[in-house]
């Protein structure tokens, strides 16, 4: 079974809005990471999170993790329409040598 | 940030060729590089793990005598799909990573295969 799954599968919000993407995931894991990818493009990192954090910040970004939960959130604030692309999760969990594990991804289209 | 480039971009070829990608890490030594597979509006999922100087690891399902991986060097992994069919057109992206570090991704390759 897939580790890392978001929801929702597809967002489309008002440019100015806050954007909120959750990720949940199956195994125990080293850090969780978000990926933004545009529509035929490679990926972009946007943040890593380690285990051991509950909240990280990098400008417009702030992720969550619950690893009780084992979920996690992306919250992108003040949406732009440049911000439109794919969202995605991937964990590197423990023992798998660094292997990272993707979900399926969420599509965020922002309107201008 | 650490750079990593693909080669080439976009490439179309006739089934039964094969069609080499290439993955080079720019400007920092990765002992560690991994090939991705993605079909459309869907996710990535890893093809294999490629450490220099050995053998890749191929994950469950995946070919080994179709995509055929080698990585010479500390800066360059390349993956050659054999015998292209149809069904192997996809977007392939591979990632390369530093002791330690995270994994930084190339531009992606887009193979059509007719």
């Known amino acids: 079974s897939q580790q890392g799954e978001e929801d929702p599968q597809a967002l489309s919000i008002q440019e100015g809005e806050n954007a909120t993407m959750n990720c949940s995931y199956k195994?125990?894991?080293?850090?969780l990471q978000w990926y933004r990818q545009n529509s035929g493009r490679g990926l972009v990192h946007l943040i890593l999170?380690?285990?051991?954090?509950r909240e990280k910040h990098s400008g417009r970004l702030r992720v969550t993790l619950d690893t009780s939960k084992k979920s996690s959130s992306l919250l992108i604030t003040a949406s732009r329409a440049a911000d439109t692309a794919s969202y995605f999760c991937?964990?590197?969990?423990?023992?798998?040598?660094?292997?990272?594990?993707f979900g399926k991804g969420i599509t965020l289209s922002v309107r201008p | 940030g650490a750079v990593v480039s693909q080669h080439p971009s976009r490439v179309i070829c006739k089934s039964g060729t094969s069609v080499k990608i290439e993955c080079r890490s720019l400007?920092?030594?990765?002992?560690?590089m991994f090939w991705y597979r993605q079909f459309p509006k869907q996710s990535l999922m890893l093809m294999a793990t490629?450490?220099?100087?050995?053998?890749?690891?191929?994950e469950q399902g995946v070919e080994k005598d179709k995509f055929l991986i080698n990585h010479a060097s500390l800066t360059l992994s390349t993956l050659t799909v054999t015998s292209a069919h149809p069904e192997d057109s996809s977007f392939y992206i591979c990632?390369?990573?530093?002791?330690?570090?995270?994994?930084?991704f190339g531009p992606g390759t887009r193979l059509l295969v007719l």
């Open positions: 990632s390369a990573m530093a002791p330690g570090e995270t994994q930084y």
């Open positions: 999170i380690r285990s051991n954090e």
């Open positions: 195994t125990s894991i080293n850090n």
């Open positions: 991937a964990t590197d969990a423990a023992g798998a040598n660094s292997k990272l594990t």
């Open positions: 490629s450490n220099e100087g050995s053998k890749a690891t191929y």
């Open positions: 400007d920092f030594q990765a002992t560690t």
